[in-house]
């Protein structure tokens, strides 16, 4: 039994949509798109020609090489020195890598006991497939710690500089709603398929850190981009549904104090000759050699979270 | 293993731990976390200098389950236990002596942040001093940087932020020189802890292979930690860093900062190259002649500032020129020397730091020398610690600053080719710097009766002025008996070995 | 052992105290009780004279602290410490009395006073100081401790004095410094002691030319304090700013730390290394130099403070020079003349300090007739005047024979003459420049209105004093014998 | 000059773009000029590090089929090096952008020469 449909009912059909869609009939930008074209910066004049005024003074005083000789001739200074202390370092360098060992040749000092230890013993002393891995976060965990906490410091200056007051985070908030264009269509349909894949595709990176290529770090940039695009594609409003700078706080902060405390846990057993209850597991299963499953979910959460807030502390001071 | 062998390592790792919990937690809580973390990690450092001094063996402390050339290690002797229980005693004091201050300079939701910073510039501190890797030193040398920049921001004000970002280019030139450095001995070496590289710098040495790399690998690094301590024509960020910062931080940056990649260089002197291959070649005669270039030049500087604080600043470049001139001297007195006026200066740089702020405080807020007229006799306290700090800058007996000067002149005697420059350049510098700090002394012991300002009594700052009074014990301490240290610092410099 | 510290050590808790407890007051405090402050100050002064004299007869020297390793603060009283102690505890305790009624026209007295007797404490510190970082030690302490009476009045110009007088007086003991450093390295010990030199004997054959060097430039520098030739500016800049008191104790007892130290060092090397080389003949050359030119300067300085201040100059290096001659007959003639000239020059500044004080004159030839006004003060002047001059009886006429005497005898080419020749001429400019002033202001002219003529003569507090003093310069004129005994004691070590 | 200058061609290379971004961060006046800069400068060192691992011939330190013998694959210790580099790196550049926006929305503009005059006349 076939029902004839309303003209009414088919215009609300995906067909209908989808061929109107084609033939370029409708523009999905028109009346879906919430865009406030920023107003034409109209700055007070008189303000103007004073800053102007200020400027040219400045510059004069800056740049004027004419009059101001010893200026002029602290420019050039500074200018040749620098070059000329560049060509020299360039020199020096050529220099210094013409004396190196060749490139490529199993006979330099670097291929040692120390690099031979971690390709042959790898596997087993840390677990990890992925010998570059097993190095980071098992043999040099230290600098592994630290560097995590450079990115942690870093974050925290980030915060310092840019994270507003109340009042000049709500003037923001306002500008930035107004301002930046919100559902565009097209980037919103993208994301909603592409940010779960990328997303996705990041923590397959994070968990298969210590298996194949890839790890906390670049898991975790890959997930931190996903969520700029989020953001970019819906706004802050759905972002801060999930996700605030008191979350990303907490996430911080356990991340951090796990990766510390593990890694005492097992720096502790190491230097004590104590044994470590951790289990390596079997080389090659995804749960295995040890800490660096869990450290690398740890560092993958963190350089996600600092991603996604340097990208949002930069575009508005704060989330 | 003795269980004291573990403190080291926890220094560092609850200093980094201190600094992630404090970032949860509201202004006042880590307010108390700072102060006890430094407390519980400078006890923990003298515990660890008597034992070291006790067995008198300096011992490798393994970070990992891998013994030497594989896993990471740190390492403590004398002269580390000694430098990190000196570096959390002037962290405390200087926090503390700031502390009435951090109010009006930093924006009360960002107080935790700033504690956040400190406690992650003592664990890089820390791990700078007791590390034997190369590349951890690399790496806590970049968190150094980034919290002490921190630390110059925090207060927000456009010099500071303008200090900022030269500090970070000139610190960014400098661990650039120094990575490469680094990378080029490690393709000559193949490895990155400072114990290994030695043994094959040796060998390397001794076959006589490689000598042009190894040499600009020493240059590059040398010149790498020389940008980042501020040595005399990479300076010009520093008196405006210095100048505008919160006080604490000042005296902070002033006194451990630039210390901490100061000391990086003497474990990359002793312990990855050696002292004699490192006094074999002509870069100690270029770290010599910039010395003596800051002491000068720095003191000139600080003469022509009208500014308390720039001027005070100033100075540090001059007496980072006297480290490095130690340095340039090549031989063990001459390092003792430096050391000793690591410790001479850092007790008296933030000693100044401190008071200047008492000064500055009871003159309207006002930096400028004709504004503190009087201002010793508003506020006694500060006066006298100005003066004391002054007296040890200037090197009145009694005081660190003579200690370490008498020391260099020793070392000098005794290098026939750069004793007359080192003793000439010594007593010009020694002349300059009481020009500008008598200047300032007399300045504030001037009488003004009709200064508009109100003085400040001790019940109005007692905990600053108990600072200022162990500041001036700290001082006295090392200008009264300074053999025990003298002797410390040798014998750690012999563990080095 | 505890008179020696308590000598050192209460006058500068005193004084400590003194700065703290009776500090100037701020705005809107209640201003200093100055009766109270004299008499505590007055007391202090007499019970570290009590210690000191006292403290003269300790024989036992002791170890305070060790500075560093093998740097002992070293405390002992020898024969030539003796006799600069002495000359302190006369002079600083007069000047002081005196301080009381003359400073009543100038401020801040509780500072001036701290730090008067800081000076005397680290004067006497000084003095019994037995090893050369012990004495660096005090000699900075010195300079620090009286700048602040030199800046007293806070003008400009006083600051600027001040300030001048730092960096003279820290750019010579730096040069000093740099030679201790140098006999750190070459002597046994850095203990005193008087003829014998404390240089190893290797030492001296290794490296003898650039010791001397070192010898020239400690003499150089420790002769900053003392005025000599090249770094004599301070002083004239520094004593007319200064208040008279306080310029009387500048100019005869802190100088002479720079004359102690010249001793000191001559000790360390010895005299038998010095004598005969480049560095005798320098310095002789120099300190001969500063004699005539500091005469010459004094001859023509209108303001009297400035005049007296060049004639320190001048006379402080009739001193150095009996050292630098270097035999037993001329180092009597110095140490005679350490005690001549230190009562004789306190004596006239404290004279031009009460003319300043009753009459506010400080140009000489304002005083036309100052005789007729203040008599006793003129007498004391004229009569320290002789003694500054070399007329017999008087101190200056002994120590002046003895330093002729020994330089006649020395049997160095040319300065054995040439010596006493200018001692005579630099005598007879010091007659022209002292005498006039008591000459006019005796007889001040016919032309002179003798009717605005008054009595200024001031009060006992002042008067006394200086009457000690001069009669003391007198005294030692008459009786020198004990004071030679005493020298000869310090000249040959024992 | 050394024997190797031309085997070594990846190394000279970054020699030289060490060099340069040197220079700019010297040179420039414009400050995101100077944090590029700073990245080729970085980027030049990871390359160099890179190099440093290279063996010609062999693959990855990813162990497959269990094989773990030394002839099989490079050495792992440059890469991991490289690794933490560039989070250095990273942090760094956030930072140093941060700073750059915060002077540029007090003094719009982006050259330090300016902003010290400026900063020299508010007199503060």
Known sequence: MSRKKTAEEYQKTF?????????????????????????????????????????????????????????????????????????????????????????????????????????????????????????????????????????????????????????????????DRRFEPKNDAILQLVATFLVPVIIIFGIYIILNGHLGPGGGFSGGAVIGAGLVLYLNAFGFKKTERFFTEKTYKWICFFSLSFYCLAKSYSFYTGANQLHSVIPKGTPGAILSSGLILPLNIAVGLVVACTIYAFYAMFRKGGF | MNFICNFPFFSILLSLFSGTICSVLPAKAAKVVNRVVIIVIGLMSAVLLLYLLSTGESFIYWMGHFPAPWGNEIRAGVLEAGMALFFCIIMYLSMAGGAHKLPGEVVESKHNLYYILVNLLLSSLLALVYTNDMFTAYVFVEINTISACGLIMIRQVGRTIEAAVRYMIMSLLGSGLLLFGLCIMYDLTGHLLMSNIKESVGLLIANGEYQIPLIVSVALMCIGLCIKSALFPFHAWLPDAYGYSTVSSAAILSSLVSKGYIFLLIKIIYRVIGFDIFNSTRIIDVLFVFGLMGMIFGSLSAIKENDIRRMIAFSSVAQIGYIYMGFGMGTQAGMVASIFHILSHAATKSLLFIAAIGLTDVSGGSHKFIDLTGAAYRNKWAGAAFTVGSLSMVGIPLFSGFISKLLFAQAAVQVEGKMLASLIVLGISTVLNAVYFMKTVIRIYAYAPDAPYKGITFRDMKAYAVVLVCFILLNVILGVSSQPIVDMIGQGLAMFA | MYLILSSILFPILAGLFLLVRYRTPLSGEKPVDRQSLTAMAGCSLIITAIFVIAALFAEKGFTLFYLAQSLPIYFRVDSVGRIFSLLAVIVIPCAGFFSFEYMKHEEHESRYYGFYLLVFGVFNALCFAGNLITFYLFFELLTMSSMPLVLHNGSKEAVMAGLKYLFYSLCGAYAALFGIYFLYRNCGSLTFTVVDGALRASAITEHGGFLLVVAFVMLLGFGVKAGMFPMHAWLPTAHPVAPAPASAVLSAVIVKAGVLATIRVLGMFGTDFLKGTWVQTAWLCLTLVTVFMGSLLAYREPVLKKRLAYST?????????????????????????????????????????????????????????????????????????????????????????????????????????????????????????????????????????????????????????????????????????????????????? | MGPNLFVNYGEAVSAILFCIGFTNLLLQTNLIKKIIGLNIMDSAIYLFLAEKGYIAGRVAPIVVNGVTGTETYINPIPSGLVLTGIVVSVSVTALMLSLTIRLYTRYHTLDLDEISTQLKKEGK
């Open chain 1, 15 to 175: 067909a209908f949509r989808f061929f109107r869609w084609l033939s370029g009939e409708k523009d999905p930008y028109n009346g879906e798109m919430e865009m406030h074209p920023q107003k034409e910066y109209q700055p007070d004049p008189e303000a103007v020609l004073r800053h102007e005024k200020e400027h040219d003074a400045i510059m004069d005083k800056v740049y004027d090489t004419e009059h101001n000789k010893w200026l002029h001739l602290f420019h050039r200074l500074y200018q040749t020195t620098s070059i000329l202390f560049c060509l020299f370092l360039i020199a020096l360098l050529l220099v210094t890598v013409s004396y190196l060992p060749a490139i490529g040749s199993v006979t330099r000092p670097v291929n040692n006991e120390v690099s031979e230890r971690y390709i042959e013993k790898g596997l087993e002393e840390t677990g990890a497939v992925n010998i570059v891995a097993g190095m980071i976060l098992d043999y040099r965990a230290f600098d592994t710690l630290g560097e995590s906490h450079v990115l942690f410091v870093a974050t925290i200056t980030v915060l310092i500089l840019l994270r507003l007051n109340k009042t000049e985070k709500d003037e923001a908030e306002v500008s």
């Open chain 3, 313 to 494: 100059v001048s006379q402080l290096s009739y001193i150095l020079f009996g050292l630098a001659v270097m035999n037993d007959t001329s180092f009597t003639g110095s140490l005679l003349h350490v005690l001549a000239h230190g009562f004789i020059k306190a004596a006239l500044f404290l004279c031009a300090g009460a003319i300043i004080y009753r009459t506010g004159k400080t140009r000489v030839e304002e005083m036309r007739g100052i005789g007729k006004e203040m008599p006793v003060t003129m007498w004391c002047f004229t009569i320290a005047s002789l003694g500054l001059i070399g007329i017999p009886p008087t101190g200056g006429f002994i120590s002046k024979w003895f330093l002729a005497l020994g330089s006649l005898n020395s049997g160095i080419p040319v300065f054995d003459v040439l010596g006493p020749v200018i001692l005579l001429v630099s005598a007879l400019l010091t007659a022209g420049y002292l005498l006039p002033l008591s000459i006019h202001g005796f007889f001040p002219g016919a032309d002179y209105d003798y009717g605005s003529l008054q009595k200024r003569e001031p009060c006992k507090l002042m008067t006394m004093p200086i009457s000690i003093l001069t009669f003391l310069s007198v005294l030692i004129g008459v009786f020198p014998f004990l004071i030679i005994v005493v020298i000869y004691l310090a000249a040959t070590g024992r």
